[in-house]
């Protein structure tokens, strides 16, 4: 369904023909698509889906649309809205909304929701407890399997998730079953002789990356949620872990480009706030290259003697910069995937000294006959520069994959130590090197 279809059939108020083809598209594709017009047309239309397809839509609109739209609701609309959306997007919309659509809001909820929301609300940021929700099946083990197929089809339509239920003793998870193996076998069996006692579970404060992780590892796509007594308050489905990985890459992107991450897209975003996420970093790292000029000025006595010198620096400061870049996503990604701990720091600068090598040696090789048949320099020259390639290439690959792993051992994130911030540092150290190798070869 096109934008100017939708719109053709909203200014000639052909109201049925257009609920019919809003009912037959996708939710999430029905929220890009009203997300694009005017906001009282986005209204109508979005008054002439049902109820449950009226909440999935709602649930995948942006912030912005879904404060304009609850102010527009009536009260019984806004009750109907609340009836049929998960606890956790109803949570991600509590957080989000201004503080007077809340309290409009809260008016529908009853008592019973409102603990499961203050609940939500008060686990850490970046938890699982954040991510999860509410509304999971769950069993006893000694219900039969005809009983637990009628259970859940009477209560699978308010859960988000049917294709595990979980069987409990007092609160507590002892075994989970899939409402596959409850189909597949024979229907006078109990649950207790077909569940698995053997699954995977995180605590409501686990953090979400670890939850990914999980998820990634075992192939999942729901998985419990514990409290510290190991009783069974929630689920995280694999597609709010979806919208977690998005987030995280986001976030590691910015960072790697020295830049605040923030939740707000590109346009969304005004031109003050796009400076002031990045103009903090820049001031750092202006600041920080002011050492690659007082050692420039330090040897300014061998650029006198050997003029040539100098228009090898950006070559020698880019290579080692790339070197470095290079070996801290590297090791960043390795960081990420849980592939590298601390107590690997000795096999990592082993092997990333032995491909610096293999790089460095290549890269200065190239160089040096560059040098000598094409800028047609002095073999000294050219040696200065091709000994002081390997040695910044062989730097800068340390240096990018140490500061990474330091930097998640001291409880950062890793992605802070990537391109820019290493440049940085490997900028100085090749010049040092640089200056010293030339000094002592051409004996300056």
Not at 192 to 219: A, G
Not at 288 to 306: C, D, H, K, M, P
Not at 425 to 439: C, E
Request: net charge negative; hydrophobic share 45%; proline share 2%.
């Amino acid at each position: 369904m096109k934008k100017e279809l939708m719109l053709e059939l909203l200014n000639t108020k052909q109201y049925k023909q257009l609920h019919t083809l809003l009912m037959e598209n996708n939710a999430v594709d029905i929220a890009y698509l009203l997300q694009q017009i005017e906001i009282d047309d986005c209204a109508i239309a979005f008054r002439l889906l049902s109820k449950k397809k009226a909440a999935q839509v709602f649930s995948n609109m942006d912030i912005k649309m879904q404060s304009q739209l609850v102010e527009l609701f009536s009260e019984k609309e806004l009750e109907s809205l609340i009836e049929n959306q998960y606890m956790d997007d109803l949570v991600d919309l509590i957080e989000e909304l201004p503080a007077n659509l809340v309290t409009r809001l809260l008016k529908h909820v009853d008592e019973n929701q409102r603990q499961v929301i203050n609940q939500l609300l008060s686990y850490p940021k970046d938890s699982a407890g954040t991510i999860m929700t509410t509304e999971f099946l769950s069993l006893k083990k000694e219900t039969q399997l005809e009983d637990a197929l009628n259970y859940i089809k009477q209560n699978g339509n308010h859960c988000k998730s049917i294709y595990t239920s979980y069987v409990c003793q007092d609160k507590k998870l002892i075994g989970i079953v899939s409402t596959k193996d409850i189909l597949l076998n024979d229907e006078n069996k109990s649950i207790e002789e077909i569940m698995k006692e053997d699954f995977q579970y995180v605590y409501t404060h686990t953090d979400q990356e670890e939850v990914v992780n999980i998820f990634r590892k075992y192939d999942l796509v729901v998985l419990p949620v514990l409290d510290d007594e190991k009783m069974l308050v929630g689920i995280v489905t694999v597609d709010d872990v979806m919208d977690v990985m998005v987030d995280e890459t986001s976030e590691d992107i910015s960072k790697m480009a020295a830049v605040e991450p923030h939740d707000k897209s590109y346009f969304e975003t005004s031109v003050f706030e796009h400076a002031k996420h990045r103009i903090i970093w820049l001031l750092v790292l202006m600041f920080s290259a002011t050492l690659t000029g007082s050692i420039i000025t330090r040897y300014e006595n061998a650029f006198q003697a050997v003029p040539l010198l100098v228009s090898f620096i950006p070559m020698l400061m880019d290579t080692g910069g790339n070197a470095g870049s290079q070996a801290s996503v590297t090791v960043i990604r390795g960081l990420s995937l849980n592939e590298i701990e601390y107590r690997d720091v000795p096999k990592v600068v082993f092997k990333e000294i032995r491909v610096a090598l293999i790089c460095g040696i290549t890269l200065s090789a190239a160089n040096f006959v560059k040098l000598l048949l094409l800028d047609k320099v002095g073999v000294l020259v050219a040696a200065s520069v091709c000994l002081t390639l390997v040695a910044a290439v062989v730097i800068a690959m340390i240096i990018g994959c140490l500061l990474p792993i330091l930097a998640k051992r001291l409880g950062f994130d890793p992605a802070v130590m990537a391109s820019p911030f290493i440049t940085t540092i490997v900028d100085a150290m090749s010049l040092l090197v640089y200056f010293r190798v030339a000094s002592a070869i051409l004996g300056l």
